[in-house]
């Protein structure tokens, strides 16, 4: 059987279009089935190792997808009918429905999810849709189609790959993508060299195939041997395998650092990658950064040290993680469009439903819930309660992670997080050890209850001879009462205490009540 293929690839988009339909075309050819590729134009630099043809010649270009689906039409029209696998952004209904009057089955591998098909099959392999699906099923408009939509699906290499031997270098890479432009980590590249200088480490830097100005990071190779860079390479397989910690785009890497089970940093470097940070937390990914912060040299390079000095803890994030990933994706792909089999292709894993408990229960803060509790401090509820306003960014948050000394604990009901608090030391005065307490809510079931439920906790479950400090927003009224209901004092404005927790937390004794226990 034909399989006409028609996707794109350029420095905008990147290569992961092309690559993942070339890993389907594999295995369509193992199948005996023949692979005819159909690209805008074709490039000097990226080979495709099946037969291709151009869509547009000469001094054509992309107009439309209408006018698109016409030549394509024209260009396979005298082809023996087959099947067309669809990948790429441009393409909606519109150009399905003019095509799919030839060929009697439409594949649309589709992770964007913002646009309404036409097609036989509909592959999304997204996270965000498991274990509960939140794919729209009414965009698609062609009765009796299959949805292959979980994270089983995925299209990764599957290319055998060596383990590496045992080696006292930390290997860390960095991809930004396979059109990236390489200039923008020039800056960076000099000051995580600096930050590592004399410490086992080596940085390498993947330039891909459509990677433009990277001579300034060739030149930085050879004068600092704890640079290298990889050029070109035709698989990122080995070299991710190969990396105590990988830094890259949040694009099709997602899927094989979690197959490698390779300690990762994932950075949103274009619109089309916003992943939800808890969806890739189910892959074992629990390092979600944005192009901005990925680009502050200074902070960013101080947190790979970070990482590197607190490394076993970090690669335990990626540890038993909830989907286990494989590289039969595509072979189950294929199981699917060529099996008579028309019954509905959702087999997902059975979700654990809730527990409707009302019991109240106390656990230590654990690493794993990093970014929960930074979706909770970041509630507009309770930064209008919180000294500093402003949303905490990623980066900011993980670097605090590895450094704070504060104990944390959450407040549960039955499964469900209901509460943070904690307590921390902060100072000691006059011969005796202050600690901090404090709390914020991370549901709107949170009340009153809840929150006297924890701070009783609390008080029970410390030392005696510790010397409790807290501090409440003047206009935060229900605080205030509990404060008072539990036992805490008010300290006068006038007290040694006061300025200095005003000197030592930046605090302003004219918006706050400091109490005391």
Same mark, same amino acid.
């Given at each position: 059987?034909?399989?006409?293929?028609?996707?794109?690839?350029?420095?905008?988009?990147?290569?992961?279009?092309?690559?993942?339909?070339?890993?389907?075309?594999?295995?369509?050819?193992?199948?005996?089935?023949?692979?005819?590729?159909?690209?805008?134009?074709? =490039? &000097? !630099?990226?080979?495709?190792?099946?037969?291709? #043809?151009?869509?547009? /010649?000469?001094? $054509?270009?992309? *107009?439309?997808? %209408?006018?698109?689906?016409?030549?394509?039409?024209?260009?396979?029209?005298?082809?023996?009918?087959?099947?067309?696998?669809?990948?790429?952004?441009?393409?909606?209904?519109?150009?399905?429905?003019?095509?799919?009057?030839?060929?009697?089955?439409?594949?649309?591998?589709?992770?964007?999810?913002?646009?309404?098909?036409?097609?036989?099959?509909?592959?999304?392999?997204?996270?965000?849709?498991?274990?509960?699906?939140?794919?729209?099923?009414?965009?698609?408009?062609?009765?009796?189609?299959?949805?292959?939509?979980?994270?089983?699906?995925?299209?990764?290499?599957?290319?055998?790959?060596?383990?590496?031997? =045992? &080696? !006292?270098?930390?290997?860390?890479?960095?991809? #930004?993508?396979?059109? /990236?432009?390489? $200039?923008?980590? *020039?800056?960076? %590249?000099?000051?995580?060299?600096?930050?590592?200088?004399?410490?086992?480490?080596?940085?390498?830097?993947?330039?891909?195939?459509?990677?433009?100005?990277?001579?300034?990071?060739?030149?930085?190779?050879?004068?600092?041997?704890?640079?290298?860079?990889?050029?070109?390479?035709?698989?990122?397989?080995?070299?991710?395998?190969?990396?105590?910690?990988?830094?890259?785009?949040?694009?099709?890497?997602?899927?094989?650092?979690?197959?490698?089970?390779?300690?990762?940093?994932?950075?949103?470097?274009?619109?089309?990658?916003?992943?939800?940070?808890?969806?890739?937390?189910?892959?074992?990914?629990?390092?979600?950064?944005? !192009?901005?912060?990925?680009?502050?040299?200074?902070?960013?390079?101080?947190?790979?040290?970070?990482?590197?000095?607190?490394?076993?803890?970090?690669?335990?994030?990626?540890?038993?993680?909830?989907?286990?990933?494989?590289?039969?994706?595509?072979?189950?792909?294929?199981?699917?469009?060529?099996?008579?089999?028309?019954?509905?292709?959702?087999?997902?894993?059975?979700?654990?439903?809730?527990?409707?408990?009302?019991?109240?229960?106390?656990?230590?803060?654990?690493?794993?819930?990093?970014?929960?509790?930074?979706?909770?401090?970041?509630?507009?509820?309770?930064?209008?309660?919180?000294?500093?306003?402003?949303?905490?960014?990623?980066?900011?948050?993980?670097?605090?992670?590895?450094?704070?000394?504060?104990?944390?604990?959450?407040?549960?009901?039955?499964?469900?997080?209901?509460?943070?608090?904690?307590?921390?030391?902060?100072?000691?005065?006059?011969?005796?050890?202050?600690?901090?307490?404090?709390?914020?809510?991370?549901?709107?079931?949170?009340?009153?209850?809840?929150?006297?439920?924890?701070?009783?906790?609390?008080?029970?479950?410390?030392?005696?001879?510790?010397?409790?400090?807290?501090?409440?927003?003047?206009?935060?009224?229900?605080?205030?009462?509990?404060?008072?209901?539990?036992?805490?004092?008010?300290?006068?404005?006038?007290?040694?205490?006061?300025?200095?927790?005003?000197?030592?937390?930046?605090?302003?004794?004219?918006?706050?009540?400091?109490?005391?226990?």
């Amino acid at each position: 059987m034909n399989i006409y293929i028609r996707t794109n690839f350029n420095n905008s988009i990147g290569l992961g279009h092309i690559k993942r339909t070339i890993r389907i075309a594999k295995e369509m050819k193992k199948r005996g089935h023949n692979c005819i590729f159909y690209l805008d134009k074709f =490039h &000097s !630099k990226v080979k495709v190792p099946f037969k291709s #043809i151009e869509i547009y /010649s000469k001094n $054509k270009t992309y *107009y439309n997808e %209408t006018e698109d689906a016409k030549l394509f039409a024209k260009s396979i029209k005298n082809k023996t009918p087959g099947i067309v696998i669809l990948d790429d952004y441009r393409f909606s209904k519109i150009w399905q429905k003019l095509v799919s009057s030839i060929y009697h089955k439409i594949v649309v591998i589709d992770d964007l999810e913002n646009k309404k098909h036409y097609a036989d099959f509909i592959i999304n392999y997204n996270p965000r849709n498991y274990p509960i699906v939140k794919y729209n099923f009414k965009n698609n408009k062609k009765n009796d189609c299959q949805f292959l939509i979980h994270p089983k699906y995925n299209i990764i290499s599957k290319k055998k790959i060596k383990t590496p031997s =045992h &080696s !006292k270098i930390f290997n860390i890479t960095i991809y #930004i993508g396979g059109g /990236s432009d390489q $200039k923008i980590l *020039y800056e960076l %590249t000099k000051e995580i060299l600096k930050n590592i200088e004399g410490k086992k480490i080596k940085l390498i830097i993947v330039i891909g195939v459509l990677t433009k100005n990277y001579n300034q990071i060739l030149k930085l190779s050879k004068k600092n041997k704890q640079l290298k860079y990889i050029l070109k390479p035709e698989n990122l397989s080995s070299v991710i395998k190969n990396s105590k910690l990988f830094i890259g785009s949040s694009g099709t890497s997602i899927f094989e650092t979690a197959f490698y089970k390779t300690p990762s940093i994932l950075i949103k470097m274009s619109k089309n990658q916003d992943s939800n940070i808890f969806s890739l937390e189910k892959l074992g990914h629990y390092f979600f950064i944005n !192009k901005k912060e990925f680009l502050s040299s200074n902070k960013f390079s101080k947190f790979i040290i970070l990482i590197y000095e607190n490394y076993n803890r970090f690669r335990i994030f990626n540890k038993k993680p909830e989907i286990k990933i494989d590289n039969r994706g595509s072979n189950r792909i294929l199981d699917k469009i060529f099996s008579k089999n028309r019954k509905d292709s959702l087999n997902l894993s059975k979700i654990n439903e809730r527990s409707n408990s009302e019991i109240l229960k106390v656990r230590a803060v654990r690493d794993k819930d990093i970014n929960h509790y930074l979706h909770s401090r970041n509630l507009e509820i309770n930064r209008n309660n919180s000294v500093n306003k402003k949303k905490i960014s990623n980066l900011e948050h993980y670097s605090w992670w590895f450094r704070t000394k504060r104990k944390s604990q959450v407040l549960l009901k039955g499964q469900e997080k209901i509460l943070y608090f904690y307590e921390e030391k902060i100072f000691k005065h006059k011969s005796e050890n202050y600690s901090i307490s404090g709390w914020f809510a991370c549901s709107k079931k949170c009340s009153i209850k809840e929150i006297l439920f924890a701070l009783n906790w609390q008080r029970k479950n410390t030392k005696h001879n510790v010397k409790w400090i807290s501090f409440v927003k003047k206009s935060n009224k229900m605080s205030i009462l509990m404060s008072k209901y539990i036992g805490w004092i008010k300290i006068d404005v006038k007290d040694e205490l006061t300025d200095k927790l005003n000197s030592e937390l930046k605090i302003s004794k004219n918006d706050y009540i400091f109490y005391k226990r």
